[in-house]
């Protein structure tokens, strides 16, 4: 039998299965897109083999429209105070919270643990969003009087658009290790997850823009292996 739906939450999630199948675009802008390929790779539940969705499989060119998003979004997301980004990040963390349930859910699906495992998937990643909405507090710089004339600032400035590259086997815990933290200090973030398991980051992504995520600061490209290499070679990226 599919997994039944989740209906705890005020939208009524439905969990994709067999009848239900979800499309995982690249989400570019703030807005979900397909790949400029228009090929797709089946999305396979590992515990029944059944086919739950599908994601697409991009190209370099779509790589470089994600980028180019993530460049043009820097220089506003970064004039924000830290605690104004911190702030938006602190909205994300409650979302996670409040519909943690159907994000393990859509790991069980994709990824093949048990809801005790996808749940303390979900939980664990949680503690780096709310990691990184301390940094206000953590990550301030400070001026060091070294002599009786001299004096040493050290400060943490942005450095524009990075990457983050994730596997398989945390489909939302690795991912908050990277992109929580590099959004509130100050950067733009393209993120390609693993195409075994992009449902789980397609609902993130949904829950970031909730959450007041501008366009453009986190953006998403699926695809497989030139993906990868075209995100490592970018010379925009950081």
């Known amino acids: 039998m599919p997994p039944a739906a989740i209906t705890d939450t005020e939208d009524h999630y439905v969990l994709p299965n067999e009848e239900n199948q979800i499309q995982v675009d690249n989400f570019i802008g703030g807005k ?82 048990n809801i005790t495992e996808a749940l303390a998937d979900v939980a664990k990643g949680n503690e780096t969003v709310e990691y990184a909405c301390s940094l206000p507090q953590l990550a301030q710089g400070r001026i060091l009087r070294v002599s009786s004339e001299v004096s040493c600032q050290d400060r943490r400035d942005p450095l524009g658009v990075v990457a983050s590259i994730v596997p398989f086997n945390f489909p939302f815990m690795v991912p908050q290790w990277t992109v929580p933290i590099a959004l509130v200090m100050g950067n733009t973030v393209v993120l390609k997850p693993s195409e075994k398991v992009p449902l789980t980051m397609r609902r993130t992504a949904e829950l970031m823009k909730e959450a007041g995520i501008p366009d453009g600061v986190f953006n998403m490209v699926q695809g497989t292996k030139e993906v990868v290499e075209a995100l490592i070679d970018h010379e925009d990226i950081r």
């Open 32 to 113: 979900f897109a397909a790949p400029s390929t228009g090929n797709y790779l089946s999305v396979l539940s590992p515990s029944t083999s059944a086919k739950v969705g599908s994601v697409g499989v991009s190209a370099s060119s779509d790589v470089d429209t994600a980028v180019k998003s993530a460049k043009n979004a820097f220089a506003s997301w970064s004039s924000l105070t830290m605690k104004s980004r911190a702030a938006i990040m602190l909205k994300f963390h409650a979302l996670v919270r409040e519909h943690a349930r159907e994000i393990a859910e859509l790991i069980v699906l994709e990824n093949g643990k």
